[in-house]
């Protein structure tokens, strides 16, 4: 069309733009002359009526929409120059980007990952601050106030101790890193801040809020991958012409890729011809129960020794004054040694098995899953088991407080099975057998000692820092020191050290994803009783990130089996959100099942945790609040509740099985659609050429 045949002065402009571009390379065309000519002719025609219809002073509208449209430009420059400022502010994101750019979106992934933790335990971190620690640091009792936030006299002058330090007692177990150092009063400060209420409807929000973001993440996720869900069809299309990670960089990681490519394509092309090959079925049976018996006894093996370690631990406790530093620290180097050790011996195993290297893959992973759930489970069962026992020793000690001539009153006393049964008096009535650990307890600890919420908590802040020492340790010994051998060494060596053993560190993009699991899983479990945790975690994540990033960009290679992970892939989230479960389940039991410490806690005093909500319905709120929350929790309203939910997610997953087949099928109607367009117009062409079109 001529510009004039159109009021849009933009479209006026791009056709001029494109009959001055035409000029310029008139040449260049693949045209006959004649045509080269009367195109040029008509060109020249165009732009002159253009100048003369739209020419003129600096008011033409030719100047205006000129003006108009630099403006324009501008200002999607200015727009694009602050978008680019503001990438500036987010975490990180330059680092992750020249990752990206090395390795590809596969090992970016990970680092994305990790800063999206890093977001969670921020918010955590706020929630727990906010609404606990500040407000105990300000308006709660001071140091040394109460027996609970004062050190006994007994262990002031061992308080600075490193070893005492490196184990959290001293001054840091009587902080606000954990439980016990926080007052039970109802009301504190001048505003009657409600401290129990609060650190007790925090630490519900602390996994309200993990759950709803982690769905809300899963669900986003969902979406971008079904609108760019690719077709599994045409898989050698797929692979020649769209494997290829343009973000890559770097020359060693574009070969490393281009070698992926060739395998997955190799992996393809053979897959027919490994169902065709002959096997011996009963030697690959046999070796995949050796190696399943393998792994069942190693993970046997890490629970019971962490059970074993935890049992120790407590009897050394109660039969010595005075522990050594290994002794008070053996759990949690045990746990984090079969942390690091565990997902190798996994790998030597596998080899066994002679599976698909995707199978194996699988299986490492579900392996390597099982194994740390395994170990934070044998570990808080056997925490919680010390805190059974050191619930009987106070109930003991307080009751002969009370009590102190109890030997000289009738029924009460040491019976022929050798324990304990005090039954009368208001006594509490228990079982205990009275060795000769419990007669050292009951001499050398007193009551306020006794606060197993502050334990827990110990336990976990220890093991959190011990796995990160052991994180470091193994960045360094295993990438950093053994990629330095490797590069000085390998030309005086006697055989190629870069190319066979022990060659660089890979970059394990599956295991590196499920330690972070891992370590946020321990926050998650730990949080309650050590409301500073998630504080600690967010220090942790920000030396990981650093330290990670280091050690890919300086000595680490891509995997050779390539993982496959992206932004919008759930698989990751999954794997959280199934640990989120698993890890609430053992601080719900303890909130239900155990009773408050006596002298510690704002909840001591309570017959459990929970009995704070209805406390503060009852005290503070109108007796008609109560009537209707009592009614709302009654079986009448909860049962009926809980039957609408399963119908309303079986009718959601019914919904959800339709569309999936709705989707499938309006797929193959494209995919039916497009053969037969194409075979339309190779059968046109075929009509109107006596040459055969090549179609078949």
């Not at 400022?85 to 090395?102: D, G, L, N, Q, T």
């Not at 990952?113 to 727990?128: A, D, E, K, P, Y």
């Not at 092309?269 to 018996?293: F, Y």
Request: charged residues 15%.
């Amino acid at each position: 069309d001529e510009p004039g045949d159109s009021n849009d002065p933009e479209q006026i402009f791009q056709n001029i733009q494109f009959q001055k571009d035409l000029m310029a390379n008139i040449r260049c065309r693949p045209w006959p002359m004649g045509q080269k000519l009367r195109a040029l002719r008509r060109a020249k025609e165009i732009v002159l009526k253009f100048e003369r219809e739209w020419g003129g002073g600096a008011g033409s509208k030719y100047n205006v929409f000129c003006n108009r449209t630099v403006r324009n430009k501008l200002w999607r420059k200015f727009a694009r120059l602050a978008c680019n400022f503001v990438v500036i502010f987010i975490p990180w994101e330059m680092r992750i980007k020249k990752i990206e750019s090395h390795f590809g979106s596969g090992v970016a992934s990970y680092f994305i990952f990790l800063r999206w933790l890093f977001g969670i335990n921020i918010v955590l971190t706020i929630m727990t601050g906010a609404f606990i620690v500040i407000p105990e640091l300000i308006a709660g009792q001071p140091f040394g106030s109460t027996a609970s936030k004062a050190i006994p006299k007994e262990h002031v002058a061992s308080a600075q101790d490193l070893d005492t330090v490196w184990s959290l007692g001293g001054y840091l177990q009587y902080s606000v890193l954990f439980y016990g150092y926080y007052g039970r009063e109802r009301r504190i400060g001048r505003a009657g801040y409600r401290l129990p209420l609060a650190y007790f409807l925090v630490g519900m929000a602390v996994f309200a809020y993990s759950f709803i973001i982690l769905l809300k993440k899963m669900a986003k996720n969902s979406r971008m991958s079904l609108a760019s869900a690719s077709n599994e069809n045409y898989t050698f299309c797929w692979r020649v012409f769209c494997a290829w990670d343009y973000l890559i960089g770097n020359p060693e990681a574009a070969e490393s890729k281009t070698a992926a490519i060739v395998n997955s394509i190799r992996e393809a092309i053979l897959e027919e011809q490994e169902k065709k090959k002959s096997k011996n079925l009963v030697v690959t049976i046999c070796l995949r129960i050796i190696a399943n018996i393998l792994v069942l006894l190693s993970l046997a093996g890490s629970i019971y020794l962490i059970y074993f370690v935890v049992d120790r631990s407590q009897k050394l406790e109660q039969s010595k004054k005075e522990l050594t530093l290994w002794e008070k620290n053996e759990v949690s180097v045990v746990v984090s040694l079969v942390t690091m050790l565990a997902p190798s011996a996994f790998d030597l195993i596998a080899s066994l098995e002679m599976y698909h290297p995707r199978t194996t893959l699988r299986f490492q992973l579900a392996r390597v899953l099982v194994l740390y759930l395994g170990n934070l489970y044998s570990l808080i069962i056997a925490l919680l088991d010390k805190v059974n026992s050191m619930s009987i020793v106070v109930s003991v000690l307080s009751w002969k407080v009370a009590h102190p001539h109890c030997h000289s009153q009738p029924g009460i006393g040491l019976r022929k099975n050798s324990t304990w049964a005090l039954e009368e008096a208001g006594a509490p009535t228990f079982i205990m057998p009275l060795t000769e650990a419990n007669r050292t307890t009951l001499h050398t600890q007193s009551p306020p000692d006794q606060c197993w919420e502050t334990y827990v908590g110990q336990e976990m802040l220890k093991l959190s820092i011990i796995d990160m020492l052991f994180t470091v340790a193994s960045i360094l010994l295993i990438d950093f020191f053994r990629g330095l051998f490797v590069r000085y060494l390998s030309d005086y060596w006697c055989w190629d050290l870069e190319s066979t053993f022990p060659e660089y560190g890979e970059f394990k993009i599956a295991e590196n994803v499920l330690h972070l699991v891992y370590n946020q899983g321990m926050i998650w479990m730990g949080a309650f009783f050590s409301p500073c945790l998630p504080a600690f975690n967010v220090l942790k994540l920000i030396g990981l990130m650093y330290l990670r990033s280091w050690a890919v960009l300086t000595c680490n290679v891509p995997h050779q089996q390539v993982f496959r992970a992206s932004r919008s892939n759930n698989f990751y989230l999954s794997m959280l959100l199934f640990m989120l479960f698993l890890c609430m389940l053992p601080t719900v039991f303890a909130i239900v099942r155990y009773k408050p410490s006596l002298n510690c806690g704002p909840f001591s005093g309570q017959e459990k945790i929970y009995d704070i909500v209805s406390e503060t319905i009852r005290n503070d709120f109108p007796a008609w609040f109560g009537t209707v929350v009592g009614y709302i929790s009654s079986p009448v309203v909860i049962l009926p509740a809980v039957l609408l939910l399963f119908m309303l997610i079986y009718y959601l997953q019914s919904i959800a099985r339709s569309l999936k087949l709705s989707n499938h099928q309006l797929r193959m109607q494209i995919q039916n659609a497009s053969i037969l367009s194409g075979l339309q117009l190779c059968v046109s062409a075929a009509g109107r050429t006596s040459h055969q079109c090549g179609c078949t």
